[in-house]
């Protein structure tokens, strides 16, 4: 695990979106994770801009959304199908069919759980996962105590996770009480990982992923067996990370006054 700290959200955005367009100019055609939610919007307007510019070709990529609601109907604005079209396919040009989303509306939600592990086989697995983390250490709706090899499933959201999303919603009584989410052990399998956080709300959250020993309290601490994960944070998101957490410039970006990166935790 490695992590990368820059000043401000904005240079988050623009790091990770660095990152992630590598990979894509190297590979046009690979399989790429989304993450929903607040904290990786910024990376997937920077992405967004330099299609518009021209200096970057994302059409032919596959992506695989990390979650979704139950209970909400197909076509809901709130759904994470929506997020998806309005911030990844229009924005991005790609067609529909390339977005994939857990069929959550479905009444047979093991079925569709199974499906969708079986559809991100048939793609080859995911090449780059994107991540956010939650204020209780969640990635993706896999919230505290999920088992860390879980797989595509049925889980139950938290009041915590719930209070979070609801400035999403009207208000916390319309958040959904279930979802279908990846599981820890699906997003290990990802070839790589880029987790983004921004604000001192997700400081706790990061320190216990970063600092802390794997357990299943922090889900987002399994990401320490991962052998390429990023963690791109602005620097109140670092700011619960001890002194033991050695910094140092991140290569390639000089070393004076630019983002700066620790070595790897685990």
Known sequence: ????????????ATYAADLVAARI???PGMVLGVATGSSPVGI???LARRRTEGTLELSHLTCFALDEYVGLAPGHPRSYAAYLDREIARPWGLASSRVRVPEA????LEVAAAEYEQEIAAAGGIDLQILGIGTNGHIGFNEPISSLSSRT????????TRTDNARFFDGPDDVPTRCLT??????????????VAQ??????????????PVAARCPASVLQFHPRTVLVLD???????????CLRPVPGRGDGGGPRGSAPAS
Request: charged content about 20%; cysteine-free.
């Open 1 to 12: 695990m490695d992590v990368v700290v820059v000043p401000t959200a904005v240079d988050v």
């Open 25 to 27: 100019a190297a590979e």
């Open 44 to 46: 997937y307007r920077e």
């Open 105 to 108: 509306s479905r009444p047979d």
């Open 153 to 160: 499933r049925v889980a139950a959201l938290t009041a915590q």
């Open 182 to 195: 990846q599981g820890l052990g699906t997003i290990l399998e990802a070839r790589q990982v880029v987790l």
């Open 199 to 212: 604000g001192e709300r997700k400081a706790a959250a990061v320190a216990a992923a970063v600092e802390g």
């Open 235 to 245: 620097e109140a998101a670092a700011s619960g990370l001890t002194s033991g957490t």
